[in-house]
């Protein structure tokens, strides 16, 4: 088995904001989702939602800030499976809700150090 | 009671107190030297009730006679006077006193045992077995049943199980705080594992199933009842088997055959324990953990409850974070019956074939179940491979049933 990085990315102006029921909801689509490849034994990181803003360090020593909100594809969190292949990791990540709110997955496999 | 289901019963409930107490009383330096001399005590208690009949308070009796036994083994070992005493003075024990039944020292010493037996350097199987032996009183043959195995098997599993409780040396007395800690977590899963061999016994015998799930609710007590030990995640499992006990009496008819949660005779559920199970899990929740105990307790609790508009979504959900805490097979099918629960069958489907468990009966089972609304041909024909596969009688003979329903109602088509 190898293992590949999902990495979710979305645009945050596009991310519902919803009563709490919906917001619920949307919780239960994500659980649902990441519980449903934990189930095929193919979860090897649950991973993390990332917070909007941050800051980039670039060579010169400049320090630009966030926000990452007005990026068109913002990193908005990632996961760890486990699959024998690219095709599979790539199948797996079918159904992330990501997609439906106009993101996307990117799925790499880890080169492992 | 009958005097000749009296000794059987005080057997397997004394048996084991009188080791745990003369072993941890005295330090012995072997296991065996504890269980020889409760073996005798009840040996004599046969030979001597059955001439004489069973004296007035037949529990003091066997302590009695225990303590006797203690003396007459430092005796004939010629232990000196001296000897005996230097040892229990390192110990913190005086000889001069006898050996105390006390209910404090029995549940003490049976605490301590419990710590010694749950060795997690013990495979999960012969955990069980040792478990069953020393802290429940079971014979050999007993629990070959319970396994649904032969004796032989057994006593390897026990062989090799007391090596390790024989070299691991734990130091009852010196028992702190974070060696309890350290090794609560085996100590459930040795309690979580018992409990589940009752309650998915291989065995028809619905008597040893009752009698394992007992053990197990008792050993549970015993955890809450001592400080250092009564944590959230011990009231969760206690709470777990009480709600799964609650039904013991209604999941399997009298030839033993699994009812399905839904045809269940509610009147039949134990309406004591599921109280019992509430207290457990109330006392679970203080406090921030949620351990996979936790988990399967809110979920029995909400088994228990009567069917309303968020009922299943609130298992699905529990189900869902028990699989993130740890994968198994049987949590991820329960996860798919309950995603039907909730999406209905159609969409279930698409979510338990992607389990590809295709050497498990109830894997073809799930799916022979969730087809049987969708496509009875389809149905069946899982149906049929998990008959193919099971070994357990009962099981084939619940799916044969299935399998009829269903080509009954195709054939009114």
Redesign the interface.
């Known amino acids: 088995m190898k293992e590949f990085l999902l990495v979710y990315r979305a645009d945050y102006k596009t991310m519902p904001k919803g009563s709490p029921e919906e917001m619920q909801a949307i919780t239960?689509r994500w659980?649902?989702w990441?519980?449903?490849i934990?189930?095929?034994?193919k979860?090897a990181d649950?991973g993390n939602r990332l917070m909007s803003s941050g800051q980039v360090l670039k060579s010169d020593g400049l320090v630009s800030d966030g926000p990452y909100t007005e990026i068109k594809e913002s990193i908005l969190g990632y996961s760890l499976v486990k699959a024998t292949s690219m095709d599979e990791a790539t199948a797996l990540a079918d159904g992330c809700p990501i997609l439906s709110f106009g993101g996307n997955v990117e799925i790499r496999e880890i080169n492992a150090l | 009671m009958q005097q000749d289901e009296l000794i059987p019963h005080l057997f397997r409930r004394e048996y084991s107190k009188i080791i745990a107490v003369l072993y941890h009383s005295y330090k012995l330096k072997n296991l065996e030297i504890a269980e020889d001399i409760a073996s005798e005590t009840f040996l004599k208690a046969t030979e001597v009730w059955g001439i004489k009949g069973v004296p007035d308070n037949p529990t003091a009796w066997l302590y009695t006679v225990a303590k006797n036994k203690v003396r007459d083994y430092f005796k004939h070992n010629a232990v000196s006077e001296k000897q005996l005493k230097e040892v229990a003075k390192q110990n913190g024990f005086e000889t001069e006193k006898d050996v105390e039944f006390s209910n404090q020292n029995i549940a003490d010493s049976q605490l301590a045992m419990i710590f010694s037996v749950c060795d997690p350097d013990n495979p999960a199987e012969s955990q069980v077995c040792l478990a069953l032996q020393i802290l429940c009183g079971f014979s050999v043959e007993e629990i070959a049943n319970a396994f649904l195995t032969n004796i032989e098997t057994i006593k390897k599993r026990l062989y090799r199980a007391r090596i390790n409780l024989r070299n691991g040396n734990f130091n009852i007395g010196a028992l702190s705080k974070t060696q309890i800690e350290a090794r609560l977590n085996s100590v459930l899963k040795t309690v979580y594992l018992l409990f589940n061999e009752g309650y998915f016994s291989k065995t028809n015998n619905r008597m040893i199933r009752k009698e394992l799930c007992s053990e197990a609710l008792r050993l549970g007590a015993i955890l809450t009842e001592n400080v250092l030990t009564n944590m959230p995640s011990t009231n969760a499992l206690l709470a777990l088997m009480c709600f799964q006990s609650s039904r013991l009496n209604a999941r399997t008819n009298e030839e033993g055959e699994a009812i399905l949660f839904e045809d269940q005779d509610r009147r039949l559920w134990d309406d004591e324990l599921i109280q019992k199970g509430n207290h457990y899990l109330i006392n679970a929740y203080y406090g921030d953990e949620v351990s996979k105990y936790h988990l399967e307790a809110t979920i029995a609790y909400w088994h228990t409850t009567p069917a309303n508009k968020n009922k299943w979504?609130h298992i699905?959900?529990l189900?869902?974070?028990l699989?993130?805490i740890e994968?198994s097979p049987v949590?991820?099918l329960n996860?798919?019956f309950a995603?039907a629960r909730v999406y209905g069958s159609e969409k279930a489907i698409t979510?338990a074939e992607?389990?590809?468990l295709n050497n498990n009966t109830q894997y073809l089972s799930l799916l022979g179940y969730l087809y049987s609304t969708v496509d009875v041909g389809k149905s069946i024909s899982y149906y049929q491979q998990a008959i193919a596969l099971t070994k357990s009688q009962m099981e084939i003979h619940t799916l044969t049933k299935e399998i009829k329903k269903l080509t009954k109602e195709k054939s009114q088509h």
């Open positions: 239960q659980m649902n990441v519980a449903g934990a189930a095929q034994g979860l649950r | 979504q699905l959900q189900y869902n974070q699989i993130l994968y949590t991820a996860r798919a995603f979510e992607k389990l590809k």
